[in-house]
Structures are given as structure tokens and as C-alpha cells.
């Protein structure tokens, strides 16, 4: 049951996607999408700088994972481009992860070039992740679920409603940043090929990693 509720999910973001980038494709069947679709996309640091990982919609059922690395997340973004013959965009991409190893620079920075250049939807659930983001992203489309972006959306989103009852989105991060405010993402753990959720947010402030936070009660003292 779940397993068709997730398909026929992703196949309306997929017919969705499909009509707002082409309009006349209902009578252009085999017309080639010139845009690379990704549902959700990570970054985390590396040896040459930067990777970025994107789930990237094949068709209603199918996703498969870009990535590529480059001096700067531009850059990176760029190769996929390169690669892909296409263009990316993130107008549906409903989760966005950023590894720990991003620890010591402003995130906010890589935040905003999403809005910025792929203006990427402000409700973009956020995780903060010890795990590898690429392994993880596998991970979370390996156990379908009714969520386009797998298992990381729904854990990033019971998160956000039954557990710290606040937004964990783009949106009320930059809100907090820009008001100089303690901001907050959901902390999933991947270790062992497996997703954990620690029950825990990851409080930035001035957009730097600052620490893991456990409980809500901790979240307003921090606050």
C-alpha cells in the first residue's frame, strides 16, 4: 500500500514538473526534458572542495543519484550540468542535506545560492547529517515511502511536526539567521548503511554549526 501511494505521489510531482517545464508536452510526448529534476539534493565537503548529490527523477517510479565535485558548490553544480547535457532544477525539491564535514563555514551561503539560482521552494525540509550524504541519499530511496524525497523526508518530517512541533525548513532558517536568531535543522544520523533519527536538531548560529540539541525545553534555553 505504501509502495503505491509513494508512485502515484511522485507521479503527480513528476506530471507536475513535466507540464510547468513544458506546457505543450501533452502533444509532444517525445519531447526530451532539457531540465535535470531533483527531488532532493546534499553537498558536503571534499578532498577537491565540494560534492553535490541530487536525486534526480528519471520518471514516476524511478530516481537515480548525480553528483559531482567541484572548488566551489557552482562548480559543482556545473559539472552535473555538464554531464547531464542538462540544466538542473530544484522546483521540486522538497529536502535538502548538508553533511557534517561543512562544519566551520556559514551554510548559509550554500542555502541562499539554492534560492538564489535555482529558486528552490522556501518549505525545503533541512537535515544536518554525521553520515555520508551520498550513501544516505541511497539509503533513503532504497525504503520507499509516500514521500518524493524517501525515508529522509518523512523522518525530516514527522521531525518537524510531531517532535520539535516547529518548521525545520529553508524558510524559517533564514527567518531565524536573518534575525539573528539560533536556526535549526533536523539531525539524522546514517551509520551502517542505515538512517537513524536522533532525536535531536543540529542550532546554528550565524549560519556555523554550533551543537546538537536534544530536547525542545533545550531548544528555547538555547534560544
Same mark, same amino acid.
Given at each position: 500500500?505504501?509502495?503505491?501511494?509513494?508512485? %502515484? @505521489?511522485?507521479?503527480?510531482?513528476?506530471?507536475?514538473? +513535466?507540464?510547468?517545464?513544458?506546457?505543450?508536452?501533452?502533444?509532444?510526448?517525445?519531447?526530451?526534458?532539457? %531540465?535535470?529534476?531533483?527531488?532532493?539534493?546534499?553537498?558536503? !565537503?571534499?578532498?577537491?572542495?565540494?560534492?553535490?548529490?541530487?536525486?534526480?527523477?528519471?520518471?514516476? &517510479?524511478? $530516481?537515480? +543519484?548525480?553528483?559531482?565535485?567541484?572548488?566551489?558548490?557552482?562548480?559543482?553544480?556545473?559539472?552535473?550540468?555538464?554531464?547531464?547535457?542538462?540544466?538542473?532544477?530544484?522546483?521540486?525539491?522538497?529536502?535538502?542535506?548538508?553533511?557534517?564535514?561543512?562544519?566551520? &563555514?556559514?551554510?548559509?551561503?550554500? =542555502?541562499?545560492?539554492?534560492?538564489?539560482?535555482?529558486?528552490?521552494?522556501?518549505?525545503?525540509? +533541512?537535515?544536518? $547529517?554525521?553520515?555520508?550524504?551520498?550513501?544516505? +541519499?541511497?539509503?533513503?530511496? @532504497?525504503? !520507499? $515511502?509516500?514521500?518524493?524525497?524517501?525515508?529522509? &523526508?518523512?523522518?525530516?518530517?514527522?521531525?518537524?511536526?510531531?517532535?520539535? %512541533?516547529?518548521?525545520?525548513? =529553508?524558510?524559517?532558517?533564514? %527567518?531565524?539567521?536573518?534575525?539573528?536568531?539560533?536556526?535549526?535543522?533536523?539531525?539524522?544520523?546514517?551509520? $551502517?548503511?542505515?538512517?537513524?533519527?536522533?532525536?535531536?536538531?543540529?542550532?546554528?548560529?550565524?549560519?556555523?554549526? !554550533?551543537? =546538537?540539541?536534544?530536547?525542545?525545553?533545550?531548544? =528555547?534555553?538555547? &534560544?
Amino acid at each position: 500500500m505504501i509502495r503505491i501511494l509513494w508512485r %502515484k @505521489k511522485v507521479l503527480v510531482v513528476f506530471l507536475a514538473a +513535466l507540464l510547468i517545464l513544458f506546457p505543450g508536452a501533452s502533444v509532444r510526448p517525445a519531447q526530451a526534458l532539457s %531540465k535535470t529534476i531533483f527531488l532532493s539534493v546534499g553537498v558536503e !565537503k571534499s578532498a577537491g572542495g565540494y560534492t553535490v548529490i541530487g536525486a534526480a527523477m528519471i520518471n514516476a &517510479e524511478e $530516481t537515480k +543519484l548525480v553528483s559531482a565535485e567541484g572548488a566551489a558548490v557552482e562548480e559543482a553544480f556545473g559539472q552535473i550540468t555538464s554531464r547531464q547535457g542538462r540544466t538542473v532544477s530544484l522546483a521540486h525539491c522538497n529536502l535538502i542535506v548538508l553533511g557534517a564535514s561543512l562544519s566551520g &563555514e556559514n551554510v548559509a551561503n550554500i =542555502l541562499e545560492y539554492f534560492l538564489e539560482k535555482f529558486e528552490v521552494s522556501n518549505n525545503a525540509l +533541512l537535515v544536518w $547529517t554525521n553520515g555520508d550524504v551520498k550513501g544516505m +541519499l541511497e539509503a533513503s530511496f @532504497k525504503s !520507499k $515511502t509516500d514521500a518524493p524525497g524517501g525515508m529522509l &523526508e518523512t523522518i525530516a518530517a514527522h521531525n518537524q511536526l510531531n517532535v520539535f %512541533k516547529r518548521p525545520l525548513t =529553508l524558510d524559517r532558517f533564514f %527567518k531565524d539567521y536573518f534575525g539573528g536568531r539560533v536556526a535549526f535543522m533536523s539531525a539524522i544520523s546514517f551509520e $551502517t548503511d542505515e538512517i537513524y533519527n536522533t532525536g535531536q536538531v543540529a542550532a546554528f548560529k550565524n549560519g556555523l554549526f !554550533k551543537r =546538537l540539541v536534544a530536547q525542545t525545553s533545550d531548544i =528555547l534555553d538555547y &534560544e
